[in-house]
């Protein structure tokens, strides 16, 4: 599977925990033992200690090249023409279409039904003529 490493180096273990330890210290001391330091020392590096605050900006920046044109992309272009336009516009269309058609077949129903027998009758003759100029 995976090779065994032949040498473990002891010294860069020992250097990562006493970072490590030292960092915890450092917190201790500036955080517990003395809070005003912190913000002595906070005041002291003025923007350095602004820009490491705000992690290098990374996340305004992230925003500002990446999610605010992906968002103002979506609401223009996805929500507007895609959804509003395309897919609103054709449901919005076919209920239309049915609507109209609803209309009009609406008053050729009186609920007579000789007025329906001659309406039979007419799309008979209608289909036998059709019928008869196709042959």
Not at 31 to 42: H, I
Not at 111 to 133: D, E, H, P
Request: charged share 15%; proline share 2%.
């Amino acid at each position: 599977m995976f090779p065994l490493a032949e040498h473990e180096d002891v010294s860069l273990m020992a250097i990562s925990v006493a970072a490590g330890l030292i960092g915890i210290g450092i917190a201790y001391f500036l955080y517990v033992l003395r809070p005003g330091v912190a913000d002595s020392v906070s005041a002291a590096l003025g923007g350095l200690y602004k820009l490491v605050y705000n992690k290098y900006f990374v996340d305004e920046l992230y925003d500002a090249a990446v999610v605010q044109p992906t968002v103002a992309g979506s609401r223009e272009l996805l929500w507007k023409v895609v959804d509003v336009a395309g897919i609103d516009g054709m449901v919005n269309g076919i209920a239309r279409l049915a609507r109209s058609l609803g209309g009009g077949l609406k008053l050729i129903q009186s609920g007579n039904i000789r007025s329906y027998a001659t309406w039979v009758v007419c799309g008979s003759i209608l289909l036998i003529v059709t019928i008869g100029f196709m042959a």
